[in-house]
């Protein structure tokens, strides 16, 4: 269980102690979370068949725990600054995409969850 | 509260009745994610001292909840190939970010959590 | 006058020198550009009515003008390894462009080129 | 050869005739950029050992010179605005990344560019 509200709750005010709302519009915490979503990519971006991350190296799994962190805090005070749940607008897309994706037609098809 | 792991078993259930397991390595994963926190971006791109997103409109709050989700959902899915809690982790790196900007010290400048 | 075929030549050197070839699949060079994208993207996340980057400021105008080097290196590689002409596919949409976006009805909104 | 200024001319103008460039802050087309990355990442993120991308089809090949195309005209307008040369920078930075990556030592090591 992931106790958003008090994660939440930390993160607006380590950002109010150090004068940081006015930085933390939506747009810019979007911006912040594409560069370090792009970081986590960094780690990744050099695979080939002969070259696989070891995702077990102890210093490889400590750089992606920490830009996964990253990630997962911006999404945190995103949400929290616009009111949304995560969990809440999760579980509506998982809905949309059991329609759009019907077991079936979309067995072993590279698709995106969002493709139209 | 989030319910993590319900979350994680269901995509996992999603992933697996749909053969979709054989494309969602960290690597293709993790680029997913890049490419919805793009789509998010996407609806800010154009804001100006004149022009800023109405995120209470509800056409364009709704676009906005969806792209939140799709980046939770690859998210969600990356902690668990890789066995992370994302608790664990923005934990860890709250209290590392506490540490490298004293509140003093950081007051009111435009700095990132990971700054160097 | 952009040398394109020079430059894509010296970079090609560069690789293949190095025996980078392995990596540079297309798919791999545009996750390389998605990750400098980022990096420039890092310079202005925190940009707000108060606190406007200084393009002109030495070392910012240094960290820029590093980072456009870098999206611009890989979309020339990018652009050799599909042999796709840069200027070839923006004559052709920017001619798209021109129909889809006639003048007096996108006259001051904001949309993207791209947009649908 | 590319012609730069005259590409640049033409999206000026572009932009001018519909009173675009209110919205043509660096930060707003570095973010577009940052978009229109993400959406030519969108085509290769399934890759895997049994999928890979066909860059010779010619629908998937239409798509790739698109979102091609928008990122280069981004970069375009981007230096336009900042008044880089785009030739002059990348020349600058293969100077350093030949200091940095000797080819000896770089040999068949997957590295970024930008590495430190």
């Known amino acids: 269980m992931i106790d958003e509200q008090e994660l939440q709750r930390i993160l607006r005010d380590f950002a109010n102690n150090r004068d940081w709302e006015q930085f933390h519009s939506p747009r810019n915490l979007v911006s912040a979370l594409n ?21 077990n190296d102890l210093e490889t799994r400590h750089k992606i725990e920490d830009e996964i962190a990253d990630v997962f805090i911006y999404l945190l005070r995103i949400a929290d600054k616009l009111d949304v749940s995560l969990e809440g607008v999760a579980i509506a897309k998982m ?13 072993g098809k590279a698709v995106k969850y969002t493709e139209l």
């Open 35 to 55: 560069v370090e979503a792009g970081e986590l990519l960094e780690l990744f971006q050099w695979e080939s068949a002969n070259h696989v991350v070891d995702v």
């Open 95 to 107: 809905k949309k995409n059991a329609d759009k994706y019907p077991i079936e037609k979309s067995k």
